[in-house]
């Protein structure tokens, strides 16, 4: 399983979604379940495809499957919705609705939030061009206990350079 999932790992690395599906589906036909690192894998080659649709597949799969999701797997998730395209014009459409969706999925399936968490939904408002948003997460962190770091930190500058409208 081991070798399985280090294939799956250098197609997620190079975006290749459909390799890396290929690989999975040969794999299952050989008898090898998956197992939690196999779904995570498969979630981040959605992710890095900039494939939302693709990802929220193999999260109800791992869901489904029994393998169970922890918080890196949905912070993936959170990650996804910040990279998502429009199929059609490949043009980028963060998804942040969906994001705070997973996001809130922590604290519902009894995990606390961590700074990869803060920083990935802090990052789909940022993408998204919402200061405000982006800011109010900022503070609800902050007031969770977490320290900012230059991470979130730069998200914020990130949020207000797409927000501000461009000159001629």
Not at 22 to 47: C, W, Y
Not at 68 to 97: E, F, Q, Y
Not at 133 to 156: C, K, P, W, Y
């Amino acid at each position: 399983l081991s070798a399985w999932n280090a294939l799956l790992d250098a197609s997620a690395e190079c975006e290749d979604l459909r390799n890396a599906e290929r690989l999975f589906d040969q794999m299952t036909q050989e008898g090898i379940s998956p197992d939690r690192v196999t779904l995570h894998t498969l979630i981040k080659a959605s992710a890095q495809a900039c494939d939302l649709q693709a990802a929220e597949r193999w999260f109800a799969y791992a869901q489904s499957s029994g393998v169970g999701v922890g918080v890196d797997t949905i912070n993936l998730m959170v990650h996804a919705c910040g990279k998502a395209r429009d199929p059609a014009s490949k043009k980028k459409t963060p998804d942040a609705l969906r994001a705070r969706q997973y996001f809130d999925h922590i604290a519902r399936s009894g995990h606390r939030p961590d700074h990869v968490s803060w920083g990935s939904l802090i990052n789909v408002y940022a993408e998204s061009g919402d200061v405000r948003s982006a800011d109010t997460v900022f503070r609800a962190m902050e007031q969770a206990g977490h320290i900012a770091s230059v991470i979130e930190l730069s998200q914020l500058i990130k949020a207000c350079g797409i927000a501000r409208p461009k000159r001629p």
